[in-house]
T-cell receptor
Framework: NAGVTQTPKFRVLKTGQSMTLLCAQD?????MYWYRQDPGMGLRLIHY???????AKGEVPDGYNVSRLKKQNFLLGLESAAPSQTSVYFC???????????FGPGTRLLVL | LAKTTQPISMDSYEGQEVNITCSHN???????ITWYQQFPSQGPRFIIQ???TKVTNEVASLFIPADRKSSTLSLPRVSLSDTAVYYC??????????????FGTGTQLKVEL
């Protein structure tokens, strides 16, 4: 099993550009999450999903959109990137909402 | 959201036992307590989870007092490879909607020879 994978690993964007980060898991987990991590800070939840076709807002959802069209995939979109969105983005999945989360390796995003 | 408080950093030497305490005064009845470990440039990795009293696995122990307002992660005989950031997480996605996923800033553990 590959676990949780994230694409791409690193990306540089110009202000105003758009992009989509892809998260895939092969553990048949119902729950999936997107976090961002900034220097010296913990992980902050952006959006999450409790099942295929569902999404919900987390702590810092502004400027991001998500979609969960397939159970194994969770997409994070930035419609108009801003320098404040420079961060490391982690995707995670879990079988239930209060169980172990399995994290991907992260995507480093730099917005100039 | 459930708020957790941990020491920002801790130093130790190889072979010592390390105890990291997390305060979570507003923990709810149904909340589990989970600890994660994160190395630089990697995603967090699950260490241990518990609800009350004591839980032990092959890498750590978790002590939770009766009032559950704090928890202590115990790492026996640490090595250099245990140098990492340790996060305490209380709660998860709520059955009725909403979430209590707040990781906090974590504790940077540095192990030296």
């Amino acid at each position: 099993n590959a676990g949780v994978t994230q694409t791409p690993k690193f990306r540089v964007l110009k202000t105003g550009q758009s992009m989509t980060l892809l998260c895939a898991q092969d553990m048949n987990h119902e729950y999936m999450y997107w976090y961002r991590q900034d220097p010296g800070m913990g992980l902050r939840l952006i959006h999450y999903s409790v099942g295929e076709g569902t999404t919900a807002k987390g702590e810092v959802p502004d400027g991001y959109n998500v979609s969960r069209l397939k159970k194994q995939n969770f997409l994070l979109g930035l419609e108009s990137a801003a320098p404040s969105q420079t961060s490391v983005y982690f995707c995670a999945s879990s079988y239930l909402g209060d169980e172990t989360q399995y994290f991907g390796p992260g995507t480093r995003l730099l917005v100039l | 959201l459930a708020k957790t408080t941990q020491p920002i950093s801790m130093d130790s030497y190889e072979g010592q036992e390390v105890n990291i305490t997390c305060s979570h005064n507003n923990i709810a009845t149904n909340d589990y307590i989970t600890w994660y470990q994160q190395f630089p440039s990697q995603g967090p990795r699950f260490i241990i989870q518990g609800y009350k009293t004591k839980v032990t696995n092959e890498v750590a122990s978790l002590f939770i007092p009766a009032d559950r307002k704090s928890s202590t992660l115990s790492l026996p005989r640490v090595s250099l490879s245990d140098t990492a950031v340790y996060y305490c997480l209380v709660g998860g996605i709520l059955t009725g909607g909403g979430n209590k996923l707040t990781f906090g800033t974590g504790t940077q553990l540095k192990v030296e020879l």
